[in-house]
């Protein structure tokens, strides 16, 4: 599970209010913060995630959320 309160919120955030997310929103619960890249402007986050996450896969192929290609 994701340890930052921060972090859960963004993904949340950037996953709301598109009905195609809602299957990638349950998937962030099975997350969990690896690594943490600090650039000079922002940073960059790596997740693992757990047993279970498969139950809540994306059933369309070319997935795009908010301009991202899943």
């Given at each position: 599970?994701?340890?930052s309160k921060f972090i859960q919120?963004?993904?949340?955030?950037?996953?709301e209010g598109d009905e195609e997310s809602e299957e990638v929103k349950k998937q962030i619960d099975f997350l969990t913060e690896t690594k943490f890249d600090y650039t000079g402007v922002g940073v960059f986050i790596?997740?693992?995630h757990m047993n279970g996450i498969k139950k809540f896969k994306?059933?369309?192929a070319d997935l795009i959320l908010n301009g991202l290609t899943i």
């Open positions: 599970m994701i340890q919120d963004i993904l949340t955030l950037l996953l790596s997740f693992e994306a059933t369309k």
